[in-house]
């Protein structure tokens, strides 16, 4: 099994608001193991009214360890090559869409790109994300805030509507 190149989780927030999202979150699951690298543990399932558009339907959400070998651009190409192979098409900001693959961590590294931001910048203001963190790596600690993902979830003042709604796949859970 191949090991992180990074000094701690590399951790990779799966979404879908499309179709079969149980199907559309085990199959980018697969597809990520087979070309990115191993999970290493997973998240509850969490569903939650869309951010930032909520006309949309509702998202499932899933939290994902990954270990990998890929430096953060070249995991990012592959994330995004099996979001396009799965049929997402990036239309408007806030689209619904079938998959949505983000970074939320790689270790503790920071990463400031043009295309590519690690941490994912906008973690501490969405429950929908902090919710599977805390439940994966409640003392992981944010390398830009300084706070653990408890200390985000209890602090976060995003109230959007988010409730499990399916235990973890398999166990898993780290420090």
């Known amino acids: 099994m191949p090991g992180n190149v990074s000094s701690g989780p590399v951790v990779i927030l799966l979404g879908s608001n499309q179709g079969n999202r149980l199907d559309f979150l085990a199959?980018?699951?697969?597809?990520?193991?087979?070309?990115?690298?191993?999970?290493?543990?997973?998240?509850?399932?969490?569903?939650?009214?869309?951010?930032?558009?909520?006309a949309q339907p509702d998202y499932l959400n899933q939290a994902v360890i990954l270990n990998t070998r890929l430096e953060p651009p070249a995991l990012l190409d592959v994330l995004l090559d099996?979001?396009?192979?799965?049929?997402?098409?990036?239309?408007?900001?806030?689209?619904?869409?079938?998959?949505?693959?983000?970074?939320?961590?790689?270790?503790d590294r920071i990463v400031r790109e043009n295309n590519l931001q690690i941490p994912h910048p906008r973690i501490s203001d969405r429950r929908f994300t902090l919710?599977?963190?805390?439940?994966?790596?409640?003392?992981?600690i944010h390398p830009v805030s300084g706070k653990s993902m408890i200390d985000l979830l209890l602090m976060c003042s995003d109230n959007l509507r988010v409730k499990l709604t399916a235990a973890k796949a398999y166990p898993g859970q780290i420090q």
Request: charge should be neutral; aromatic fraction near 10%.
């Open 27 to 54: 199959h980018a699951r697969h597809e990520m193991g087979v070309t990115a690298g191993s999970i290493h543990a997973v998240s509850s399932i969490y569903e939650s009214s869309s951010w930032g558009d909520q």
């Open 82 to 107: 099996i979001e396009k192979s799965m049929g997402r098409k990036r239309t408007a900001k806030w689209a619904s869409r079938i998959i949505d693959l983000d970074i939320l961590f790689y270790g």
């Open 131 to 140: 919710m599977p963190l805390a439940e994966l790596l409640p003392g992981f």
